[in-house]
């Protein structure tokens, strides 16, 4: 099957925008101590969601030449995606202080939404200077 590259490109898009959902929201129930892990579908949808992210966004970058490395917004991208899957997965965690997680909850949210910033204005400084 052949997908053109604005379909991929609104998986990529769907898939981001579920998948940060979907981070929120398990980081604002473990904040709460609330045990989502109860729910199967909580523990493997993400999973299943962020191998599609990634899978469409290596695709977008193959079709559309551009590669991490050789342009630096997408460098930015993988460097800050890192850094929201370390935090976000500090702030997931269990056994970790409230004030260690709400920070690291904060900084995986911030991390996220640079990326986001970062993709749409295709610059690692967002095109502010
Ligand atoms: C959590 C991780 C990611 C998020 C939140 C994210 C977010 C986005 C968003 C919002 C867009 C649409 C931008 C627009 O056109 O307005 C986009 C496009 C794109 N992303 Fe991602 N992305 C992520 C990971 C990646 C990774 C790891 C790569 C590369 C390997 C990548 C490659 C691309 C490419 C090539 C496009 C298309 C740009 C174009 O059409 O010129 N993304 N991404």
Same mark, same amino acid.
């Not at 260690?100 to 986001?116: D, S």
């Given at each position: +099957? @052949? +997908? ?14 579920? /998948?940060?959902?979907?981070? #929120?929201?398990?980081?604002?129930? @473990?904040?709460?101590?609330? &045990? ?5 579908? !909580? ?5 299943? &969601?962020?191998?599609?992210? !990634? ?5 977008? /970058?193959? +079709? /559309? %030449?551009?590669?991490?490395?050789? @342009? ?8 800050? !995606? ?5 935090? %976000? ?5 269990? &056994?970790?202080?409230? %004030? ?16 986001? %910033?970062?993709?749409?204005?295709? /610059?690692?400084?967002? #095109?502010?200077?």
């Amino acid at each position: +099957m @052949q +997908m053109d590259y604005s379909s991929i490109r609104a998986i990529h898009i769907t898939s981001v925008a579920l /998948s940060i959902t979907l981070f #929120a929201l398990r980081g604002l129930l @473990q904040l709460a101590s609330f &045990n989502w892990r109860q729910w199967r579908l !909580l523990r493997l949808v993400p999973h299943l &969601n962020d191998t599609v992210l !990634l899978t469409a966004a290596i695709t977008l /970058s193959y +079709m /559309s %030449g551009q590669y991490p490395l050789a @342009q630096p917004w997408l460098t930015a991208k993988i460097i800050a !995606l890192f850094f929201y899957i370390a935090a %976000g997965s500090i702030a997931l965690r269990e &056994n970790v202080r409230i %004030g260690h997680r709400r920070i690291a909850f904060a900084l995986a949210l911030l991390a996220v939404l640079y990326i986001v %910033g970062v993709a749409w204005k295709r /610059s690692p400084t967002l #095109a502010l200077f």
